[in-house]
């Protein structure tokens, strides 16, 4: 098998600096000797032969294993050299890859019929593991989704709070009290901003425990009590209407066969003249498979849609699609900062759990960064209502919403004055 992978690795690697050492001792250099080296050993048959057949998955699962190692460079460096060392024949060309990819698109239909009891599985496979580890590389708010980068010198808390302004300037929140459902709520961010800077009353759901807690004791803390409930419940039992919708970062988990299940659902929660904003990760091609290492050690259950994929079902729920807008790099730089935050710290994160853990993860954030900085992976904001005028005609609201909010962060609790100075009507 080691012919099968200098014959791949040869035609991936046309430029860049890329060694790999075989089992047996014998080296090989890929690329034109420009940039910065990186050098790979593979320490095990068991690893040529994975990598030969299925690199997609067993690159990642070898690495966490041990069997591949990076003696020169690192993970990150030996993806850029792989995804950016040929201008003309990338691994997905050739025909073994769209095999396996296409008995992978196939078999997703199975693995992502979410019921309620699987998706709740799933999302505490992830969701559910120590709060330390997240704080060791997220932002102080835990934003644990694409940031939004409106310089590039921003930092990441900076960033993050620019998401969730810009989110809430989308949601058109026009008048204190407005009830909103944040689906996926997470530790419990977006609610606290909604409710804190323009007096919304929140309801936030989620599966994880973990989220669920911390979220609870965070609007205690903040005396948002009144203002947010979080549940530890499904969106399918959750029950209306509300004036706004938002969902950040949890359609990945709802599968493709469920997917007009969540737009009904979403649509039968929203009142006539709401506005929902949902903010998901999607990929630019044709509908395909998720990546395999991601599925099997990170999202199980998940899946990355096209948006022609979306707009299926969004078509028949009864909503319509009021505005799109594609976040391109915003999410690699994202996971740029979350990665070096990771490595930072990364000695704490093995004393959380161990060394495989380790590995995993740091493939898992320097492949996703890979995804979106130079394959086919970028964030979609669709926003729907029932209502065409529920918005105004021109995105103008946006920016001056925003001016708005920024302008009056940091407020202390209770204090409203941003909600009332915020754009009172959808109007032209």
Request: aromatic fraction near 12%; charged fraction near 25%; glycine fraction near 8%.
């Given at each position: ?5 200098q ?16 089992p ?19 320490n ?21 294993t ?5 003696i ?38 199975a ?6 009891v699987?998706?709740?599985r ?56 407005q ?50 409930e ?29 997917y ?12 006539r ?10 990929r630019t ?67 959380l ?11 898992y954030l ?13 964030v ?33 609790k209770?204090?409203?004055r941003?909600a ?9």
């Open positions: 098998m080691k012919f099968i992978v014959a791949l690795v040869s035609r991936l690697v046309e430029t860049g600096n890329l060694t790999i050492t075989y047996d001792g014998t080296r090989q250099v890929f690329g034109d000797g420009t940039g910065n080296p990186v050098h790979m050993r593979l095990s048959r068991k690893a040529v032969w994975g990598i030969a057949l299925d690199p997609a998955y067993y690159l990642g699962h070898h690495y966490g041990g069997d591949v190692d990076i020169e460079g690192d993970i990150y460096g030996l993806l850029k050299a792989v995804f950016t060392g040929s201008p003309d024949f990338k691994y997905y060309d050739t025909f073994w890859s769209r095999v396996l990819e296409r008995g992978r698109y196939l078999l997703r239909w693995r992502e019929k979410n019921s309620i699987r998706s709740r799933n999302v505490q496979h992830h969701y559910d593991l120590t709060g330390a580890l997240y704080d060791l590389f997220l932002d102080q708010d835990r934003q644990y989704s694409c940031a939004y980068f409106e310089r590039p010198d921003q930092t990441l808390d900076e960033a993050q709070l620019a998401k969730k302004r810009h989110i809430a300037a989308k949601l058109n929140i026009n008048r204190p009290g009830s909103v459902l944040d689906i996926g709520s997470g530790w419990g961010g977006m609610a606290l901003y909604l409710a804190r800077q323009l007096g919304a009353k929140v309801t936030g759901v989620t599966l994880s425990d973990e989220q669920h807690a911390l979220s609870v004791k965070r609007a205690n803390e903040a005396g948002l009590a009144g203002d947010i979080f549940l530890l419940q499904d969106y399918r039992n959750t029950e209306g209407p509300f004036d706004r919708i938002v969902s950040v970062g949890m359609f990945e988990h709802v599968g493709r066969p469920n007009l299940t969540f737009f009904k659902k979403s649509a039968s929660l929203l009142k003249d709401g506005v929902m904003l949902l903010h998901t990760i999607g091609d044709r509908p395909s498979a998720n990546n395999p290492f991601i599925e099997k050690y990170i999202f199980p259950g998940g899946y990355i849609p096209a948006l022609s994929e979306v707009m299926q079902a969004v078509e028949k729920s009864g909503l319509a699609v009021t505005d799109v807008e594609i976040l391109r790099l915003h999410y690699a730089e994202t996971l740029r900062h979350w990665r070096e935050r990771f490595l930072a710290r990364r000695d704490e994160a093995k004393a759990y161990d060394e495989k853990f380790c590995r995993i993860w740091e493939f320097a492949a996703s960064e890979s995804a979106f900085r130079w394959q086919n992976l970028v979609f904001q669709l926003q729907l209502a029932h209502d065409q005028e529920a918005v105004p005609l021109t995105r103008e609201y946006i920016g001056r919403g925003e001016d708005c909010l920024k302008a009056h962060e940091g407020n202390p209770g204090d409203r941003g009332r100075q915020f754009p009172q009507e959808a109007s032209l």
